[in-house]
């Protein structure tokens, strides 16, 4: 079997060793909840708005134009804390209720809570980092949230494939890189904007973010590459499951105390 044939199956491990992931697990889940709950508790009232821009009829030019109107303040804390607890929530249900079911998969070289899980936290952590970014329009937050969760389903998809495939297939994963990349680019052009818009520029905190989440967000990418090439290591896939766990974690966990820091710590 070369490098790039099948997909990442694991090979068979022992009991001890699939206990060890579900504790494992369910540690993660209390990390994400503490901080998740901390968020809440102790993050002060900032809000970032997200706006309507329905078109309305000027009288005056007798023309169409957009008409911004708030629909919603966000607060910030709280918004925080759900990608955080949605975390928690995977972790606490592949270590008890579906750890069968878990454990199963990991068998067959697959996650597919993993992908749905991402689909939901790291798709507000985007929309987050872009609302920091002045990305307040709702039609853009929908479609940059919706495009990152088809990233991520694209990951689930590329699993799936591949089990009834000889040699890797790589078309959900071009797909999902796709889909991944637009969000950025709509962030990164809004970022930029800002930067050279004069005295309104983003807080300090802000530039840190952007670089550190988008590697964040491409070593999931690098992960599942070296699952599938079976690199090293990652001809367990149980290692890239691990890998995949710890960068949840550290993204979140970074991604929450910059924005506290930056922006929600009380005065």
Not at 65 to 88: C, E, K, M, T
Not at 153 to 177: P, R, S, V
Request: net charge neutral; hydrophobic share 50%; aromatic share 16%.
């Amino acid at each position: 079997m070369t490098a790039d044939t099948t997909s990442s199956v694991a090979p068979a491990a022992s009991d001890k060793v699939y206990t060890g992931l579900r504790r494992f697990n369910l540690i993660m889940g209390f990390l994400h909840l503490i901080q998740g709950i901390f968020m809440i508790v102790v993050s002060n009232d900032t809000t970032y708005p997200i706006y309507t821009n329905f078109l309305s009829f000027d009288i005056e030019t007798f023309s169409l134009s957009p008409n911004p109107q708030l629909l919603y303040d966000l607060l910030f804390g709280p918004a925080v804390a759900v990608f955080l607890l949605i975390s928690a929530v995977a972790h606490f249900y592949l270590s008890t209720i579906g750890y069968k079911r878990y454990v199963a998969n990991l068998k067959r070289g697959m996650n597919p809570t993993r992908f749905y899980e991402y689909a939901f936290s790291s798709s507000l952590m985007i929309v987050l980092i872009g609302m920091l970014c002045g990305l307040w329009d709702l039609g853009a937050i929908i479609l940059i949230f919706g495009l990152n969760a088809m990233m991520n389903l694209f990951g689930n998809m590329m699993e799936l494939h591949n089990q009834t495939t000889q040699k890797t297939d790589w078309t959900a994963f071009i797909y999902g890189c796709v889909a991944g990349i637009i969000p950025w680019i709509v962030l990164f052009t809004y970022f930029l904007g800002a930067v050279n818009s004069g005295d309104a520029k983003p807080p300090a905190f802000v530039y840190a973010i952007i670089p550190t989440l988008f590697v964040f967000f491409n070593i999931f990418a690098i992960n599942m590459v070296l699952q599938y090439k079976k690199v090293g290591a990652w001809k367990d896939y149980l290692v890239g499951e691990r890998v995949y766990i710890i960068l949840s974690l550290t993204a979140k966990s970074v991604l929450a105390w910059l924005i506290f820091a930056g922006t929600l710590a009380p005065v």
